[in-house]
């Protein structure tokens, strides 16, 4: 398996894992999917050194502090 298969993979599980744990209907796919790809683009990782692929495109740390569980009902509000 190629490195954009794993990333794939990475991708769907992470997605999955975030839909089936907030419990909300399958309609959410989409945002969960979104949602696990700029989580994932933005954790450090040691084939980078420790650096995240954000950090390594932007040259800055990312910014965590605004981050919510996904589906909870204070993110949902933010965005209405």
């Known amino acids: 398996m190629g490195a954009v298969e794993r990333r794939h993979k990475q991708i769907i599980e992470v997605g999955l894992s975030v839909l089936s744990h907030s419990k909300l209907p399958q309609q959410f796919w989409e945002d969960a999917f979104l949602m696990a790809t700029y989580i994932i683009n933005r954790l450090p990782?040691?084939?980078?050194?420790?650096?995240?692929?954000?950090?390594?495109?932007?040259?800055?740390?990312?910014?965590?502090?605004?981050?919510?569980?996904?589906?909870?009902?204070?993110a949902l509000s933010s965005t209405i």
């Open 45 to 74: 990782t040691p084939i980078l050194n420790k650096k995240s692929p954000y950090e390594i495109v932007y040259r800055h740390t990312p910014d965590y502090h605004f981050l919510k569980v996904f589906g909870c009902m204070l």
